[in-house]
């Protein structure tokens, strides 16, 4: 019988699915402990208000009532705030203003959700009623929601220490080469535009059970995280000052993050803390309208681009100036988006041979701004490609040629940027033709003439992208400012019977890893698939990890597994040499088979972990018994996973709505190890960035109170907005990881938003429209139709 | 306080409830069917989607008293009692319909109750509108459609045999 093939490259069907399409997934939520209370949590319905004074009084009367905490509280404890995990210094030298995150909002209240109380009670409605009960009596501040509106003199401060809006005022790149530059382009071409704000909206709404253990003086938090160490050392560190040893927290089935549970948010500490002072688990569970106000939101730069140009359309300089929005406090990873994972991306896929960006960051009333899927490489590419085409417009130069004249070719790898990062492999030409050919781009004036007969706009949009994950290298991330490490670690244990327990510090909330990483197990160690059994998200279980972002988990997490498994087949060397009475040296290992060189005489993996812990016939002077290795890896460079973009869509003249009406990715995320899962996670991304260029919209009204606060007003893109997207791989592979894996997780919702306007636009040609900012929603387009669409052109 | 006596997965229960009680906390909190989820709280996801009587029903939006004398079916209720998967439990394992699984059992429910009520036949442009009332955020929902396209003829006893 022919086993089916299961190792790398092979469309595995998921491990996991089994659970989840019976109804046994266990996410937190799910969960309950004996004993357990609820906690509700009241928000500011204010954007910007001093608290002059809360009245618990009728809330801790109210029935079923546990406990009411406010700020006050948790101050006698000398708690921290939520620090920040990433320190940006402005041009002049100085820290980033980093001003007080506290888990409760004290004397002030700086966002619309920004949290006052706690409220916990016997049961979740009794701390809801009781919730409602709090009296709180405030004085209304004047409040600013854009980027705009914070940098205006005489502008509200949000916070009144930093005396100013500014939380860093941050640069990179050769200013004078790129002014020279300019100072001798034949063409200037400029563009303003904005990156919308975004709500990430996984499905799973955050939740948080903590607990404590009186005996062992252990807590416990279960929560809905993407890193639960990362969330460890945080709130144990920094927030509760608890060790590491007394402190677990547990990250279980999660749905969904998109970046929105990489962040260690206030209610994790809360329940935690609450779950200390009341010897009883605390149970908080969010509803989606306060994750509308209390996940932290994607996205929202207001951007000046302008690229020289010589005579014959080669790029000379880019200069661009960036206002990011940071919301009220700074999130964990905050700071590094619109720097490190932004402004270093500017090159893009050109030879751009000068890059110059200024990036100012500002508070805001609103919830706070952190990495959501892309997380900076979205911005850089919406600019980029965007630019792209508004070159082509104003010079006249044909889009596709103007690309490829400025790509960086494929021979010159590895390609240092003027923006810091050396890319180590692409190849941008072959990526942009094969794209086009699945999409017929050369067919396009024919459907566009086929459309137009319906009475139909017709477009189609191109973007061309590379992007930097694979998160990160710890000493170059450490010099830009991080303050972790960036490594991942594995943790093989063979067991004595030849099956295989595999711990890792990355976490699966969607992407596949109990399956991606089984067969990597199984295609080095030979072990069935199922007797290998991937486990994730336990701090009491893995010794240690740095979580699931950035798309790391195989690049940096499969690479630890990598160097755990050559531990493991080193010392299983050992060991067969023994066994078999032959020299190490002369021991090979394939197949889950241990063989002397030029003999027959083999031992199977799983003889050799029972020798290993039934060490009878063992070399017991001069190796441990044991077969269980752990690894650390940290990367030697990021990754660069590029690609092209081709979005069609048809506009329908009398309302203005868009149909996306064919979509085609071809990406080079390096070496695939389940082609299914990888199309999943680029259709996923590719969903996500047509919600972002068509649809979605956060949106603040210039008081600050958030106006898409629900499902109802945040338009989430549905099964019948969307198309079939044809997605195709072209692989590169990485040079500096053991597998040659780049990443997939993002590069979706990377390179789609811009390809989707670009193609907006062009169906718009006729209107003299130069750019639409995102979403192009109906109303947009409609009132450029019907509205004298010449005046956009003037810009 | 109020009770209700309602069948679900087949089992007869007669439970407490207050008034405001949902169908969708008696699943998930009084008999700890935590497969049914919830999303949202404004009818919009779909993760919490049953079956009431045959027909798909958004829980978080029936209150518990609604659902009085009625048999309910939830995504547990759906694998046959020797574990063999529901036609389009299959599909969604097999077309990859799903990732971090949390919108996938209202999703299912969704799709067994569109191809129900669709035995002539379900073009993809109905499948997508026929799953206006639920979200997914991972999939992009290109592979739903796949499932539930590949279960339909499965589910209408008209597998098509592979000749295309």
Same mark, same amino acid.
């Given at each position: 019988m022919n086993a089916i093939f299961q190792g790398i490259g092979a469309s595995v069907r998921r491990k996991e699915d089994l659970r989840f399409i019976s109804g046994r997934g266990h996410y937190t939520d799910d969960m309950n402990k004996p004993n357990q209370t609820h906690a509700v949590i009241k928000r500011s319905d204010r954007p910007h208000a001093k608290i002059l004074g809360i009245d618990t009084a009728a809330a801790k009367a109210a029935p079923g009532v546990v406990a009411v905490f406010i700020a006050s509280d948790l101050e006698k404890d000398a708690l921290g705030g939520i620090p920040c995990g990433w320190q940006i210094h402005s041009k002049d030298g100085s820290p980033m203003a980093e001003p007080m995150h506290p888990i409760l909002a004290s004397g002030k209240v700086r966002h619309v959700g920004d949290p006052i109380a706690i409220v916990i009670a016997e049961t979740r409605e009794q701390a809801k009623d009781a919730a409602e009960k709090l009296v709180i009596e405030f004085e209304d501040l004047p409040a600013i929601a854009t980027v705009r509106d914070a940098i205006r003199p005489g502008a509200p401060i949000v916070h009144d220490e930093v005396g100013s809006n500014t939380c860093f005022d941050w640069h990179i790149g050769d200013k004078d080469m790129v002014d020279a530059a300019f100072a001798r382009a034949a063409h200037v071409v400029k563009l303003d535009l904005t990156n919308n704000r975004l709500v990430p909206n996984a499905m799973e709404p955050r939740c948080a059970i903590g607990d404590f253990d009186p005996m062992s003086d252990e807590y416990t938090l279960v929560t809905t995280s993407q890193n639960p160490h990362v969330i460890r050392l945080l709130m144990g560190a920094f927030v509760l000052h608890l060790p590491e040893h007394k402190l677990r927290v547990v990250a279980p089935d999660v749905g969904g993050g998109f970046g929105s549970k990489i962040y260690h948010y206030a209610e994790e500490a809360m329940v935690t803390w609450a779950a200390g002072k009341l010897k009883r688990p605390v149970k908080w569970t969010c509803d989606r309208t306060e994750a509308f106000m209390s996940d932290a939101h994607g996205r929202d730069h207001d951007s000046v681009a302008t690229m020289a140009l010589d005579a014959e359309g080669n790029f000379l300089a880019l200069r661009v100036s960036t206002i990011a929005n940071m919301g009220a406090y700074l999130s964990t990873f905050a700071p590094a988006v619109p720097t490190y994972l932004y402004a270093t991306l500017l090159a893009g896929v050109y030879k751009t041979p000068a890059v110059y960006a200024e990036v100012h960051a500002v508070f805001t009333n609103t919830v706070p701004v952190d990495a959501y899927r892309g997380a900076g490489r979205p911005e850089a590419t919406f600019l980029l490609e965007r630019l792209m085409d508004v070159i082509a417009h104003d010079t006249g130069i044909d889009r596709v040629k103007l690309r490829q004249q400025n790509f960086i070719p494929a021979d010159a790898f590895p390609y240092q940027t003027p923006v810091a990062l050396q890319y180590d492999s692409g190849d941008y030409q072959t990526t942009q033709a094969k794209a086009m050919e699945h999409a017929d781009w050369a067919g396009f004036p024919a459907r566009k003439a086929a459309a137009a007969a319906k009475g139909k706009l017709r477009g189609i949009g191109m973007s061309t992208y590379v992007e930097a994950c694979g998160i990160a290298p710890s000493k170059l991330v450490g010099q830009l400012g991080a303050r972790a490490g960036l490594y991942e670690v594995a943790n093989v244990r063979m067991h004595p019977t030849g099956s295989v327990t595999v711990f890792t510090g990355t976490h699966s909330h969607g992407q596949g890893h109990e399956t991606t990483f089984a067969q990597l197990v199984h295609d080095q160690l030979g072990i069935p698939m199922n007797q290998i059994e991937i486990v994730h998200g336990d701090t009491d279980k893995i010794p240690f990890g740095m979580g699931t972002y950035g798309s790391r988990s195989l690049a940096v997490g499969g690479s630890a597994m990598v160097k755990a498994m050559d531990?493991?087949?080193?010392? %299983?060397?050992?060991? =067969?040499a023994h066994l078999m009475e032959a020299a190490v040296e002369d021991i090979e290992f394939g197949g889950g088979k241990f063989s002397v060189a030029g003999t027959d005489k083999v031992k199977t993996l799983g003889e050799i972990a029972l020798t290993a812990y039934v060490p009878h016939n063992y070399p017991i002077e001069t190796l441990e018994p044991g077969l269980d290795e752990t690894a650390f890896y940290d990367p030697? @460079?990021? &990754?660069?996973? %590029?690609?092209?973009?081709?979005?069609?869509?048809?506009? +329908?003249? +009398? &309302?203005? *709505?868009?149909?996306?009406? !064919?979509? &085609?990715?071809?990406? +080079?995320?390096?070496? *695939?190890? @389940?082609?299914?899962? *990888?199309? !999943?996670?680029? $259709? %996923?991304? *590719? =969903? $996500? %960035?047509?919600? $972002? =260029?068509l649809y979605e919209a956060a949106v603040y009204d210039s008081e600050g109170q958030l106006v898409s606060g629900s499902f109802m007003d945040y338009t989430m893109p549905r099964a019948d907005n969307l198309p079939n997207i044809l997605v195709g791989t072209e692989t590169t592979l990485c040079t500096h990881n053991p597998l040659g894996v780049k990443g997939c997780g993002e590069v979706g919702a990377i390179g789609s938003p811009p390809a989707v306007i670009n193609a907006v636009v062009d169906a718009l040609s006729g209107y003299g429209v130069r750019h639409i900012d995102m979403p192009a929603s109906p109303q947009k387009i409609w009132s450029i139709i019907h509205a004298g669409g010449h005046k956009m052109a003037a810009e | 306080m109020p009770h209700v006596t309602l069948t679900v997965n087949g089992k007869t229960h007669t439970v407490d409830v207050e008034a405001r009680t949902l169908l969708v906390e008696l699943l998930r909190e009084k008999l700890t069917l935590t497969g049914t989820h919830i999303g949202c709280d404004t009818s919009q996801c779909g993760a919490c989607i049953v079956h009431m009587d045959g027909v798909s029903v958004k829980s978080c939006t029936t209150l518990a008293l609604q659902a009085d004398g009625t048999s309910v079916t939830t995504i547990?209720?759906?694998a046959a009692a020797d574990g063999t998967l529901h036609p389009m439990q299959e599909a969604f394992r097999e077309h990859h319909a799903l990732q971090c699984g949390f919108c996938t059992p209202g999703m299912v429910m969704s799709a067994i109750d569109l191809v129900n009520s669709h035995p002539e036949g379900l073009s993809e442009e109905q499948i997508r509108h026929g799953l206006e009332g639920n979200l997914c955020r991972c999939t992009g929902y290109h592979n739903i459609v796949k499932a539930i396209a590949a279960a339909w003829p499965v589910m209408h006893g008209k597998e098509l045999v592979a000749a295309e």
């Open positions: 531990k493991i087949i080193e010392k %299983g060397k050992k060991i =067969a030697k @460079n990021f &990754t660069y996973p %590029g690609g092209c973009h081709i979005c069609e869509v048809e506009i +329908d003249p +009398d &309302t203005g *709505v868009t149909s996306v009406v !064919g979509f &085609t990715a071809v990406d +080079d995320v390096g070496r *695939v190890i @389940n082609p299914m899962i *990888v199309e !999943g996670q680029v $259709q %996923g991304g *590719v =969903a $996500q %960035g047509i919600g $972002q =260029a | 547990e209720g759906l």
